[in-house]
């Protein structure tokens, strides 16, 4: 895994209340890989905050994280399966916790994480006042 | 409008890459939606600080914003009407920057807002370590 120094400011946000199509486990899709997360990040991350939240409003395309880091673009991710993607998720965010502004090149990101995108938000430090020609 | 003591600390992003279906102007959608926000906002809200950004992700639901402020939740919203929507816009957000976390009661909110949610993401600043029952 690349260089993990930005992993202790960063977070990464769990929805627990997503529920996948079609399954009937008593405990959520969201729940269950925020327990996964856990599990794995005490080895592959320790220094990663792990949170789980009530609802990250992309209730259509469980399950669903978010992953921010002050002077970072957040990212929201949706689309991840509960049982098997907490490695990957996890290998996702050690490259973003490896660049200075949070943004991994495409072709290096999880392909989960390509396909999953949801939304991307500048870190709210970096006021561009003027950016009409972008 | 409500109290509009949090606008000069909220930012709201404007994507100017979002090109609505079918649209065919020489100026993409979320560069119209830009100018009209900006127009708007030197009346309704000349504190708030308005920033066009090349790409938010949401690329299947132009046009699209995402709104942002210390200490509140951030907020994306997307399926954004670029000629008509820039005075409902700023009139939810400034109920978000009237509350203390950015949380609007969902019968307060512009319908828009309501039906083009995208994401929220919590403030980084809250940490809450183990909220694994919520």
Redesign the interface.
Known sequence: MPDQSGLSEA?L?VC?TCRASGDASTRTAG?RL??ALRDQAADMAPEL?V????????CKRPC?V?V???GRW???YGDLDADASAATILAGIGLYAGTEDGIVPWRERPEAFRKG??????P?AS??????A?
């Not at 949170?51 to 992309?58: A, R």
């Not at 995108?117 to 500048?122: E, G, L």
């Not at 006021?127 to 009409?132: C, G, L, M, S």
């Open positions: 977070v946000y627990t729940a925020l327990t905050r949170e789980g939240i009530p609802c990250l409003s992309v669903t978010a921010a880091s002050p957040t990212y929201v995108v949801v939304a991307r938000i500048p709210l006021a561009q006042p003027d950016t009409d972008s």
